[in-house]
Nanobody, 125 residues
Framework: QLQFVESGGGLVQPGGSLRLSCGVSGSTLDYLDLAWFRQAPGKGHEAVSC????????YYLDSVKGRFAISKDNSKNTVYLQMDSLNPEDTGVYSCAAGRPVPGYNCSRATYAAWGQGTQVTVSS
């Protein structure tokens, strides 16, 4: 019964910023691993970032490290992705997902089977 509603995408120039939000229904966020994925035109999904439900540890794709930041607000059942210094290569549909934690590992080891429909991010001059 998990459902996700992403918002915050849009068209920005290179160097610009966007803040994506994902509202989650069907579960509290406390014990879920949460992730943002993106899919560029004609490409498969790649994991951009994730946050571990239990301890809040995070993972970032190397190409976005230092530019993107994932966070969550458990009381609002919302996960965020702050994106700064955007590049054209960041263009794609960004989707949030929830996964089942793997004991002893952070969110990068989770299996993400529940997805939202995504929000379009376009970075172009």
């Amino acid at each position: 019964q998990l459902q996700f509603v992403e918002s915050g995408g849009g068209l920005v120039q290179p160097g610009g910023s966007l803040r994506l939000s994902c509202g989650v229904s069907g579960s509290t966020l406390d014990y879920l691993d949460l992730a943002w994925f993106r899919q560029a035109p004609g490409k498969g999904h790649e994991a951009v970032s994730c946050i571990t439900g239990n301890d809040g540890s995070t993972y970032y794709l190397d190409s976005v490290k230092g530019r993107f930041a994932i966070s969550k607000d458990n009381s609002k059942n919302t996960v965020y992705l702050q994106m700064d210094s955007l590049n054209p290569e960041d263009t794609g549909v960004y989707s949030c997902a929830a996964g089942r934690p793997v004991p002893g590992y952070n969110c990068s080891r989770a299996t993400y089977a529940a997805w939202g429909q995504g929000t379009q991010v376009t970075v172009s001059s």
